[in-house]
């Protein structure tokens, strides 16, 4: 049974993932829901009931948030339904840091520049800014990257992260 703490938790992420991402309220809220509860995989349908939602709606979040790779379903010997969970690996190659992405929307914003001519420099100031952009994301992102991963790799040889226990107990 979902607490009123895990709830109002799961409505803020929610929220932050509706207003930073466009995500549905609904995907923010299995995502924040699923960080929170006890056990921390769950069916569908406990989904479904602990955050008043339909099956559908929850269906269609976890459909999404596993586009993104960040949940996974799975199915032990003998159930006869799906269970969700976040994740493990998923910030092991996120991704918001894939070069490839920003390359295409500097491309973009350039084929915009062709098209507007002589038009006000404002707008094209718009797109020259835009393309610059991307092409900065696109070339400082990859070193962003690697920089985490060493960070990463030097907090579990300390032991400062709390899951480089939890891996260890398994």
């Given at each position: 049974m979902a607490t009123d703490e895990q709830l109002?938790?799961?409505?803020?992420?929610?929220s932050f993932y509706a207003r930073e991402y466009g995500f549905p309220p609904v995907t923010g809220r299995v995502l924040g829901y699923l960080a929170v509860c006890d056990p921390p995989q769950q069916t569908i349908a406990d989904l479904a009931e602990?955050?008043?939602?339909?099956r559908s709606a929850?269906?269609?979040a976890v459909s999404q948030l596993e586009g993104y790779h960040a949940v996974r379903r799975a199915r032990a010997a003998g159930d006869r339904f799906d269970r969700v969970g976040l994740n493990p690996d998923a910030g092991l190659e996120p991704r918001g840091f894939?070069?490839?992405a920003y390359k295409l929307q500097a491309e973009l914003a350039r084929e915009g520049l062709a098209l507007t001519g002589h038009a006000d420099p404002r707008r094209r100031a718009a797109l020259e800014e835009a393309a610059a952009l991307y092409?900065?994301?696109a070339a400082r992102l990859?070193?962003?990257?690697a920089e985490w991963q060493q960070h990463r790799a030097a907090m579990h040889?300390?032991?400062d992260p709390p899951t480089a226990t939890a891996k260890e107990d398994k």
């Open positions: 109002a938790y799961a409505d803020r992420a929610g602990a955050l008043r939602a339909s929850i269906t269609a894939d070069a490839a092409d900065f994301l990859p070193e962003v990257f040889e300390a032991g």
